[in-house]
Every structure is written in C-alpha cells, then in structure tokens.
C-alpha cells in the first residue's frame, strides 16, 4: 500500500507559477514512476507529466510542456510539479499517482495503482 497526499493547490492569476507536492508513504520501495493527472469540470482526467522514480526520466503532455516541470526528491520521498506560465485552461483538480513494480504506459490512467485525494487549481484571466 502507498498513500499519496497533494499540497500547494489555489489560486493564481494568469501567467502566475504554483508549485504542486506530493508526499508519499507505505511502500514506497516499490515504486517505478509517479505521475500527475488534471480534472476540468465536465472533462475527463488527462495526463500532465510523470516521473520514473529510480532514474528521473521525464515526460510531459503537449499542452504543458515548456511550462511545466516535474521532478522528485527521493530522501522525502516527494514528488513536484513546478507550473509557470498558467493559463486558465489549466485549472482543474490535479492529483498525484503511483505506477508500482513495473513499466506502463505513463500517460493511461489504467497504468497507475495508487492515487492522491487531488488538489485543486484555479486560474483567473
């Protein structure tokens, strides 16, 4: 078992920077990657970005990258999402996951094991 649990959510005018952790516990010896998902009102929950936990390779959604950077902090087993340059396309409730053991697919939702309670983010125009 892994509980993750999201922090630094709010609100942010446009074009503002928030930076989103998240704070995992249990088994986290286990973990291959982390990832961060998004949910807007009415929309279904999409990929943001993910992390491999051993190795720290990144990848990114389209629509984030360049803007938006993750990394992790193995000591205090934590991972970030640093968000500049927001937009108000970019509110939704992020929530943080756990991919336990083995590779799969970061961007599906169906490859991840364990999720946070999610945070959310709002941007003004």
């Known amino acids: 078992q892994v509980q993750l649990v999201e922090s630094g959510g709010g609100l942010v005018q446009a074009g503002g920077s928030l930076r989103l952790s998240c704070a995992a516990s249990?088994?986290?010896?286990?973990?291959?990657?982390m990832g961060w998902f998004r949910q807007a009102p009415g929309k279904e929950r999409e990929f943001v970005s993910a992390i491999t936990w051993i190795g720290g390779s990144t990848y990114a959604a389209d629509s984030v990258q360049g803007r938006f950077t993750i990394s992790r902090d193995k000591a205090k087993n934590t991972v970030y999402l640093q968000m500049n340059s927001l937009k108000p396309e970019d509110t939704a409730v992020y929530y943080c996951?756990?991919?336990?053991?083995?590779?799969?697919?970061?961007?599906?939702?169906?490859?991840?094991?364990?999720w946070g309670q999610g945070t959310q983010v709002t941007v003004s125009s």
């Open positions: 996951a756990a991919q336990m053991n083995y590779y799969r697919d970061y961007s599906r939702r169906t490859s991840y094991d364990y």
């Open positions: 249990g088994h986290t010896f286990s973990m291959y990657a």
